[in-house]
């Protein structure tokens, strides 16, 4: 007998059990599955489960000009980005070990509810319906851009207020907040209105450029990164109505809160950086300063030479200094990505910290 | 129209020819739609070279290629593009040696492994994470797998389907019946988003392992449809014949079925397949990031707002060659089975 | 196989397939209650709270949220149909055309055929809307009179606008899928055998009589099932509409999935709207073969 004859003999005969046993195999095969299900802890907090898989699977959108879209390179850019690296670099210790996924605005609670990534960091807008048990059943970290939204028009078509937009066609992205409240503000007004919905802004600025609606409307921060790209920029105008608040923030699971104590922190600790002028390049410095100075109490609390705060929050003590050396502070992220020598400029306005007139602050670290 | 000629065989260079030289009355609807054409295809030359700006796409060439995979490791993305090239131009072009001939599937098989070990490394090359890959080599490693997982699913389907086992049957109509009906995008939307909602709490797949999964449901039950039908077309005395030289079940099945049955639906599997190539393209609306999701990502970079019609025709050219290339090797695949036929 | 042995594997079967299924829905019990996402279709009474840009019946956002996927399914209803009539209108000349004996011609259906199916749908959706219609500013492209108006406004028919995100959709299912239906008319025309040409030619009938009144009706039946399956994969194809901003029922579904997160309901309900469209085009079809049958040969 040759060999190719024994070979096929003996798949024959392989593939004639398999058949007859293919059956208990689907059996074995759901026995494995239960088991699994039973055996799963369910009590493993997301947080473990991150570092104990070393790295941090972070939803971002990827196509917003300014807070996440690919560059050359291939890496990932933008301030939604910055954010999941200080995660990482405070839950990991590494800010290179994130996953970035990019989604729809439509997959994104889902894909937090299943499990599929671990937070969302992605332009979203924190209302009660999302962050409530009832509703989507997220937990919200603070607020890392507080925007609004507006409603951007050609120069040239002479329309300086809302109400000159009736019955015309406004292009909208879908499954964003931005559609119901547009919504809600035409209704109000009663004024009827055509929506023109894709699915994401690049299409939405298409629509708006090619002249299929008289009015694009994103938030405000979007519309400046979108115009900023424009060939003729001065063109287009964003009306001073603001349809509606937009903080922005990144959000997890509302069962983990581990999670989210220590997502909150991180951006805390981004913004109370800021408030002492604690930056990526003194950051070294700080730390030499802090350990050396036992007097300066708060200072050596915020980085962790004592007091153990990071642990409290299931991470390492000097978590802040990871976070730091990594991104930098708010301020620094901000004008990396969106401040005046970046490829779309946006006023901080809103974005300043507390001293300076804005509304980021951060309660103290004790 | 009323010159019908039922003889296609005529190449097109002597169409042509016949149609230069003859005199038709329908010679001067024949010019002006000529003109037309010549205007058209003019046009859109002067805006390809004049016209449009190129550097969305020249300047993300490696984007396009291989998505965020490393530029240090970029080598094995195009090692494994090579490999690929290599065997089809083997496979078309190759010497005629029995022993190449009967080995070559083997090879088809082994670029999938050798695909998925590049990519992901281990075994001495270091591990690049799924989130890595992406572009037109995400776009090509999914259809492969999907093709080699969807092929063996497919033709047991469609044996069970004939099976004289009363549920195995039901159920497997049942199963084709549905996919076929539902679309494409809904079968990847359960993939993407319902997948993890059936599996085990704790228990994850990779997103690009659910795509591939989403598509072998889809395309399978298709092929099976084919199969079933190369099947039918096979004379019952064939299977009479088998079993009075006394081959089993099995044996009949794997050595007289199947490869008739196989041969028979080569071209609509083909065709089949060449669709999932194309499809390929709407994981982009679920978020992944092969060739077009890629260049939706490129055209958010503040720099390239709005040059989405350059991106769009180059799109458009990479998956036309592509699903060309499949279209010619899958031709070629036909003349040579038919000479091989042996009788 | 024995009797008894087909039997026990049937009894062995039933229950591995049905544990098969209890895992899978008992895993999908857990993790909703794990996500607290639920299972029910409750919210369907609700109201939608968003509105859409084409709805062939009032619509209004205070409406239910049934109501709006009603009015997707319209929507998806009104482009299949459209489209099917326009793709076998195109394909039937195409494939007319690509059987015909004007070479010219011949070449260049063939060509059309190969560039319209080695391209993917998606980026010819794309083209059409993004290139095709939105691109055409505000000046008409192709006018005659009042009756026939093509412009970035979409195309306008005797006072009916229809909207471009519907005329690029309709264009693009229609010749994506002509491309198709031309193969299946080609296929179907060659499958007359060459002796019924001759014997017409012999008789003395003239070409474009013995094409349309002997040729057609044998290749008839033959159409049929290929036609079937091309009109079913139009309507699933059209679910692509949610790529240039058309609200199908797939679209409306996504919307829907992200307000409420009930994925699992939508689903199901997009499964079962399928299904039925699927059976009502194989119906039809049914009763236009059984019609052809009887009419004929």
């Given at each position: 007998?040759?060999?190719?004859?024994?070979?096929?003999?003996?798949?024959?005969?392989?593939?004639?059990?398999?058949?007859?046993r293919?059956?208990?195999?689907?059996?074995?095969f759901?026995?494995?599955?239960?088991?699994?299900?039973?055996?799963?802890?369910?009590?493993?907090?997301?947080l473990?489960?991150?570092?104990?898989?070393?790295?941090?699977?972070?939803?971002?959108?990827?196509?917003?000009?300014?807070?996440?879209?690919?560059?050359?390179?291939?890496?990932?850019?933008?301030?939604?980005?910055?954010?999941?690296?200080?995660?990482?670099?405070?839950?990991?210790?590494?800010?290179?070990?994130?996953?970035?996924?990019?989604?729809?605005?439509a997959?994104?609670?889902?894909?937090?509810?299943?499990?599929?990534?671990?937070?969302l960091?992605?332009?979203?807008?924190?209302?009660?319906?999302?962050?409530?048990?009832?509703?989507?059943?997220?937990?919200?970290?603070?607020?890392?851009?507080?925007?609004?939204?507006?409603?951007?028009?050609?120069?040239?078509?002479?329309?300086e207020?809302?109400?000159?937009?009736?019955?015309?066609?406004?292009?909208?992205?879908?499954?964003?907040?931005?559609?119901?409240?547009?919504?809600?503000?035409?209704?109000?007004?009663?004024?009827?209105?055509t929506?023109?919905?894709?699915?994401?802004?690049?299409?939405?600025?298409?629509?708006?450029?090619?002249?299929?609606?008289?009015?694009?409307?994103?938030?405000?921060?979007?519309l400046?990164?979108?115009?900023?790209?424009?060939?003729?920029?001065k063109?287009?105008?964003?009306?001073?109505?603001?349809?509606?608040?937009?903080?922005?923030?990144?959000?997890?699971?509302?069962?983990?809160?581990?999670?989210?104590?220590?997502?909150?922190?991180?951006?805390?600790?981004?913004?109370?950086?800021?408030?002492?002028g604690?930056?990526?390049?003194?950051?070294?410095?700080k730390?030499?300063?802090?350990?050396?100075?036992?007097?300066l109490?708060?200072?050596?609390r915020?980085?962790?030479?004592?007091?153990?705060?990071?642990?409290?929050?299931?991470?390492?003590?000097?978590?802040?200094?990871?976070?730091?050396?990594?991104?930098?502070?708010?301020?620094?992220?901000?004008?990396?990505?969106?401040?005046?020598?970046?490829?779309?400029?946006?006023?901080?306005?809103?974005?300043?910290?507390y001293?300076?007139?804005?509304?980021?602050?951060?309660?103290?670290?004790? | 129209?009323?010159?019908?000629?039922?003889?296609?065989?005529?190449?097109?260079?002597?169409?042509l020819?016949?149609?230069?030289?003859?005199?038709?009355?329908y010679?001067?609807?024949?010019?002006i739609?000529?003109?037309?054409?010549?205007?058209?295809?003019?046009?859109?030359?002067?805006?390809?070279?004049?016209?449009?700006?190129?550097?969305?796409?020249?300047?993300n060439?490696?984007?396009?290629?291989?998505?965020s995979?490393?530029?240090?490791?970029?080598?094995?993305?195009?090692?494994?593009?090579?490999?690929?090239?290599?065997?089809?131009?083997?496979?078309?072009?190759?010497?005629?040696?029995?022993?190449?001939?009967?080995?070559?599937?083997?090879?088809?098989?082994?670029?999938?492994?050798?695909?998925?070990?590049?990519?992901?490394?281990g075994?001495?090359?270091?591990?690049?994470?799924?989130?890595?890959?992406?572009?037109l080599?995400?776009?090509?490693?999914?259809?492969?797998?999907?093709?080699?997982?969807?092929?063996?699913i497919?033709?047991?389907?469609?044996?069970?389907?004939?099976?004289?086992?009363?549920?195995?049957?039901?159920?497997?109509?049942?199963?084709?019946?549905?996919?076929?009906?539902?679309?494409?995008?809904?079968v990847?939307?359960?993939?993407?988003?319902?997948?993890?909602?059936?599996?085990?709490?704790?228990?994850?797949?990779?997103?690009?392992?659910r795509?591939?999964?989403?598509?072998?449901?889809?395309?399978?039950?298709?092929?099976?449809?084919?199969?079933?039908?190369?099947?039918?077309?096979?004379?019952?005395?064939?299977?009479?014949?088998?079993?009075?030289?006394?081959l089993?079940?099995y044996?009949?099945?794997?050595f007289?079925?199947?490869?008739?049955?196989?041969?028979?639906?080569?071209?609509?599997?083909?065709?089949?397949?060449?669709?999932?190539?194309?499809?390929?393209?709407?994981?982009?609306?679920?978020?992944?990031?092969?060739?077009?999701?890629?260049?939706?990502?490129?055209?958010?970079?503040?720099?390239?707002?709005?040059?989405?019609?350059?991106?769009?025709?180059?799109?458009?050219?990479?998956?036309?060659?592509?699903?060309?290339?499949?279209?010619?090797?899958?031709?070629?695949?036909?003349?040579?089975?038919?000479?091989?036929?042996?009788? | 196989?024995?009797?008894?042995?087909?039997?026990?594997?049937?009894?062995?079967?039933?229950?591995?397939?049905?544990?098969?299924?209890?895992?899978?829905?008992?895993?999908?019990?857990?993790?909703?209650?794990?996500?607290?996402?639920?299972?029910?279709?409750?919210?369907?009474?609700?109201?939608?709270?968003?509105?859409?840009?084409e709805?062939?019946?009032?619509?209004?956002?205070?409406?239910?949220?049934?109501?709006?996927?009603?009015?997707?399914?319209?929507?998806?209803?009104?482009?299949?149909?459209?489209?099917?009539?326009?793709?076998?209108?195109?394909?039937?000349?195409?494939?007319?055309?690509?059987?015909?004996?004007?070479?010219?011609?011949?070449?260049?259906?063939?060509?059309?055929?190969?560039?319209?199916?080695?391209?993917?749908?998606?980026?010819?959706?794309?083209?059409?809307?993004?290139?095709?219609?939105?691109?055409?500013?505000?000046?008409?492209?192709?006018?005659?009179?009042?009756?026939?108006?093509?412009?970035?406004?979409?195309?306008?028919?005797?006072?009916?606008?229809?909207?471009?995100?519907?005329?690029?959709l309709l264009?693009?299912?229609?010749?994506?899928?002509?491309a198709?239906?031309?193969?299946?008319?080609?296929?179907?025309?060659q499958?007359?055998?060459?002796?019924?040409?001759?014997a017409?030619?012999?008789?003395?009938?003239?070409?474009?009589?013995?094409?349309?009144?002997?040729?057609?009706?044998?290749?008839?039946?033959?159409?049929?099932?290929?036609?079937?399956?091309?009109?079913?994969?139009?309507?699933?194809?059209?679910?692509?509409?949610?790529?240039i901003?058309?609200?199908?029922i797939?679209?409306?579904?996504?919307?829907?999935?992200?307000?409420?997160?009930?994925?699992?309901?939508?689903?199901?309900?997009?499964?079962?709207?399928?299904?039925?469209?699927?059976?009502?085009?194989?119906?039809v079809?049914?009763?236009?073969?059984?019609?052809?049958?009887?009419?004929?040969?």
């Amino acid at each position: 007998m040759t060999c190719a004859l024994k070979l096929r003999k003996f798949i024959v005969n392989l593939l004639k059990n398999m058949i007859n046993r293919f059956f208990f195999g689907i059996a074995a095969f759901g026995l494995l599955l239960t088991s699994c299900a039973s055996n799963q802890n369910k009590n493993i907090s997301r947080l473990s489960l991150i570092q104990k898989r070393d790295e941090l699977i972070c939803g971002v959108s990827g196509k917003i000009p300014g807070f996440s879209f690919i560059e050359r390179d291939g890496s990932y850019k933008g301030l939604d980005v910055d954010i999941c690296k200080a995660f990482a670099a405070a839950i990991i210790g590494d800010s290179e070990k994130v996953q970035f996924r990019p989604l729809t605005a439509a997959e994104r609670f889902l894909a937090i509810k299943t499990g599929d990534i671990d937070l969302l960091s992605r332009n979203t807008t924190l209302t009660l319906s999302r962050d409530s048990f009832g509703g989507n059943g997220l937990t919200f970290a603070p607020v890392v851009f507080h925007d609004g939204q507006g409603l951007m028009v050609k120069k040239n078509s002479g329309i300086e207020s809302i109400q000159e937009l009736a019955n015309k066609s406004i292009c909208v992205g879908s499954g964003t907040t931005t559609e119901q409240n547009i919504n809600d503000t035409f209704e109000s007004l009663s004024l009827p209105y055509t929506p023109i919905k894709y699915q994401d802004l690049n299409q939405v600025v298409a629509g708006y450029l090619q002249g299929r609606c008289q009015a694009m409307t994103s938030d405000r921060s979007q519309l400046a990164a979108a115009r900023s790209g424009f060939k003729n920029s001065k063109d287009h105008i964003i009306l001073d109505d603001v349809l509606s608040k937009e903080p922005l923030a990144p959000a997890s699971d509302g069962s983990e809160q581990k999670l989210a104590d220590a997502m909150r922190w991180t951006v805390f600790a981004l913004i109370a950086a800021e408030e002492q002028g604690i930056t990526q390049s003194n950051i070294a410095d700080k730390v030499q300063l802090a350990t050396n100075n036992p007097q300066l109490k708060s200072l050596r609390r915020f980085l962790g030479v004592d007091g153990g705060l990071g642990e409290k929050i299931g991470l390492s003590n000097n978590f802040v200094v990871n976070v730091i050396k990594a991104t930098g502070n708010y301020g620094e992220i901000y004008d990396r990505n969106l401040g005046r020598d970046s490829d779309v400029p946006i006023p901080r306005g809103l974005n300043e910290i507390y001293s300076k007139g804005g509304l980021h602050i951060s309660p103290p670290f004790n | 129209m009323n010159n019908i000629n039922p003889n296609l065989n005529t190449n097109s260079f002597q169409k042509l020819k016949k149609f230069l030289l003859s005199k038709s009355k329908y010679n001067f609807c024949n010019f002006i739609f000529f003109v037309i054409l010549i205007s058209l295809i003019f046009n859109l030359l002067t805006w390809i070279f004049i016209n449009s700006n190129w550097k969305v796409v020249t300047s993300n060439l490696n984007l396009y290629a291989f998505g965020s995979f490393p530029i240090d490791q970029q080598w094995r993305p195009t090692l494994w593009f090579f490999s690929l090239l290599s065997i089809t131009f083997i496979t078309v072009y190759g010497p005629k040696w029995n022993w190449l001939r009967k080995n070559l599937i083997f090879g088809w098989i082994g670029t999938v492994p050798l695909g998925i070990y590049l990519l992901n490394g281990g075994l001495g090359l270091n591990p690049v994470m799924t989130r890595h890959w992406g572009g037109l080599t995400l776009t090509i490693l999914i259809t492969s797998c999907s093709i080699l997982f969807s092929l063996p699913i497919g033709i047991l389907l469609a044996l069970c389907r004939r099976s004289s086992i009363f549920l195995i049957q039901k159920l497997c109509s049942f199963y084709i019946d549905v996919m076929r009906a539902v679309p494409l995008i809904a079968v990847l939307f359960f993939g993407q988003l319902l997948i993890p909602l059936f599996l085990p709490v704790g228990l994850e797949i990779d997103r690009v392992w659910r795509a591939i999964i989403a598509f072998t449901f889809f395309v399978s039950a298709y092929i099976a449809e084919d199969i079933r039908g190369g099947l039918q077309s096979i004379p019952n005395n064939q299977i009479e014949a088998a079993k009075s030289l006394g081959l089993n079940k099995y044996q009949i099945n794997i050595f007289i079925l199947i490869p008739q049955a196989l041969r028979v639906a080569l071209p609509a599997i083909t065709n089949h397949l060449i669709g999932l190539f194309q499809n390929t393209s709407l994981m982009s609306i679920l978020g992944l990031m092969e060739l077009l999701g890629v260049s939706r990502s490129i055209l958010a970079n503040p720099e390239y707002i709005g040059q989405y019609i350059e991106v769009y025709i180059w799109l458009a050219s990479v998956y036309w060659l592509f699903c060309t290339i499949m279209a010619f090797v899958s031709k070629k695949l036909e003349q040579k089975m038919t000479i091989n036929k042996g009788y | 196989m024995s009797k008894n042995k087909k039997k026990f594997f049937q009894i062995l079967l039933v229950f591995a397939f049905l544990g098969f299924l209890g895992i899978l829905i008992n895993n999908l019990i857990i993790n909703l209650a794990r996500t607290g996402l639920g299972f029910n279709f409750n919210w369907l009474t609700k109201p939608a709270s968003f509105s859409l840009a084409e709805h062939p019946l009032p619509y209004s956002p205070s409406d239910s949220y049934a109501w709006a996927l009603f009015i997707g399914w319209m929507n998806s209803l009104k482009v299949i149909i459209s489209s099917l009539v326009l793709a076998t209108c195109i394909g039937t000349l195409i494939g007319f055309l690509r059987v015909g004996k004007n070479s010219f011609f011949s070449i260049i259906t063939a060509g059309y055929i190969t560039v319209i199916r080695q391209t993917p749908l998606l980026i010819q959706l794309m083209c059409w809307y993004f290139v095709g219609f939105l691109n055409m500013r505000n000046n008409s492209f192709l006018s005659i009179s009042n009756i026939f108006n093509i412009s970035n406004k979409g195309i306008e028919l005797f006072g009916l606008n229809l909207s471009p995100e519907f005329s690029a959709l309709l264009f693009g299912l229609s010749i994506f899928s002509s491309a198709f239906i031309a193969e299946v008319i080609r296929g179907g025309i060659q499958s007359v055998p060459l002796g019924q040409w001759e014997a017409f030619r012999s008789l003395g009938i003239s070409e474009k009589q013995g094409f349309f009144k002997i040729i057609i009706p044998q290749a008839l039946p033959a159409f049929i099932p290929g036609l079937t399956s091309q009109y079913l994969n139009l309507a699933k194809n059209s679910t692509l509409a949610i790529a240039i901003g058309y609200s199908d029922i797939y679209a409306i579904n996504d919307t829907i999935i992200n307000q409420t997160g009930r994925a699992v309901e939508c689903f199901i309900i997009l499964l079962c709207s399928f299904l039925i469209l699927n059976l009502l085009i194989t119906k039809v079809m049914g009763i236009i073969d059984k019609s052809i049958m009887k009419s004929g040969i």
